[in-house]
T-cell receptor, first 107, second 112 residues
Framework: SQKIEQNSEALNIQEGKTATLTCNYT??????LQWYRQDPGRGPVFLLL?????KEKRKERLKVTFDTTLKQSLFHITASQPADSATYLC??????FGAGTRLTVKP | DSGVTQTPKHLITATGQRVTLRCSPR?????VYWYQQSLDQGLQFLIQ???????AKGNILERFSAQQFPDLHSELNLSSLELGDSALYFC???????????FGPGTRLLVL
């Protein structure tokens, strides 16, 4: 059966460092992969989309990579700030969501 | 503000009861999605409607049903409620390509 795994439930980093979150999947070949940010008690907010034929996408301090051979996506936040603290979800084809990684950026 | 509205914000009910959750998509969006999010299950896709027609079905229980009306708003009906149905229910909408979903603020359901 299809499975989506985000590397860890929680990730703590120091302000200014780069946060790297991982999304692995099995038994599925998505046409695209999305990353969302979710704050407690609120709906997810779309951040980035990367298609199966794209290797990397950037938006301001965010970077996403997509390796369809490894079946893995990496999500990077550079120069992290305390305001980046949230849960980050990956989603395959907009329907299958990972459980999320809760990122805490400490000042 | 995503432009997607959901009512009510909170709902407290008893086991065995039936409730209806309502969602209004962003202006111009034809697709509506429903998700359930509980602490131990993460965000689970339930069902998608596109312009009034069911387009995709996820892990939706038989006790749950949904529909999308001609004005594109959608309702999710949950019946014979159980304690385990307590969760946040999100609605999302998207345009034609469906690649970016805009989520509403959610309805928090508590079944006692």
């Amino acid at each position: 059966s299809q499975k989506i795994e985000q590397n860890s439930e929680a990730l703590n980093i120091q302000e200014g460092k780069t946060a790297t979150l991982t999304c692995n999947y099995t038994n599925y070949s998505p046409a695209y992969l999305q990353w969302y940010r979710q704050d407690p008690g609120r709906g997810p907010v779309f951040l980035l989309l990367i298609r199966e034929n794209e290797k990397e996408k950037r938006k301001e301090r965010l970077k996403v990579t997509f390796d369809t051979t490894l079946k893995q996506s990496l999500f990077h936040i550079t120069a992290s700030q305390p305001a980046d603290s949230a849960t980050y979800l990956c989603a395959l084809d907009g329907e299958r969501f990972g459980a999320g990684t809760r990122l805490t950026v400490k000042p | 503000d995503s432009g997607v509205t959901q009512t009510p914000k909170h709902l407290i009910t008893a086991t065995g009861q039936r409730v209806t959750l309502r969602c209004s998509p962003r202006s111009g969006d034809l697709s509506v999605y429903w998700y359930q999010q509980s602490l131990d299950q993460g965000l689970q896709f339930l069902i998608q409607y596109y312009n009034g027609e069911e387009r995709a079905k996820g892990n939706i229980l038989e006790r749950f049903s949904a529909q999308q009306f001609p004005d594109l708003h959608s309702e999710l009906n949950l019946s014979s409620l159980e304690l385990g149905d307590s969760a946040l229910y999100f609605c999302a909408s998207s345009g034609d390509r469906g690649e970016t979903q805009y989520f509403g603020p959610g309805t928090r359901l508590l079944v006692l």
